[in-house]
Nanobody, 128 residues
Framework: QLQLVESGGGLVQPGGSLRLSCTVSGSRLRYYGIAWFRQAPGKEREGIAC????????NYADSVKGRFTISRDAAKSTVDLEMDSLKPEDTGIYYC?????????????????????WGQGTQVTVSS
């Protein structure tokens, strides 16, 4: 059975950086890509970054574009999210999700795109 486990969350000051990792265990051939989502207290879950494995295409939400970078390390079976210039509004629980549909990165961050598997989440708090 496939599992997704997020790590790397924590407390950071505004302007700081964090690197989150999503580790995939189980069959490596199942996912076409991985997306990162976050949910702030009292807010809807938001898709923020995704990567498609076949061609390396990525997509980002406007709220994180230019500050966050998603990347894949196939050898380690991880998908990382490098987060720079963090703001208090980046606070929330961050989840990774595994894509088994193979859709366009343009749709992978939309609320209606369905994912087969989700991790448990990791807390990110940006505060001074």
């Amino acid at each position: 059975q496939l599992q997704l486990v997020e790590s790397g969350g924590g407390l950071v000051q505004p302007g700081g950086s964090l690197r989150l990792s999503c580790t995939v265990s189980g069959s490596r051939l199942r996912y076409y890509g991985i997306a990162w989502f976050r949910q702030a207290p009292g807010k809807e879950r938001e898709g923020i970054a995704c990567i498609r494995f076949s061609d390396g295409l990525t997509n980002y939400a406007d709220s994180v574009k230019g500050r966050f970078t998603i990347s894949r390390d196939a050898a380690k079976s991880t998908v990382d999210l490098e987060m720079d210039s963090l703001k208090p509004e980046d606070t929330g629980i961050y989840y990774c999700a595994g894509d088994t549909r193979g859709g366009s990165v343009l749709y992978m961050l939309t609320p209606t795109y369905e994912y087969a598997d989700w991790g448990q989440g990791t807390q990110v708090t940006v505060s001074s």
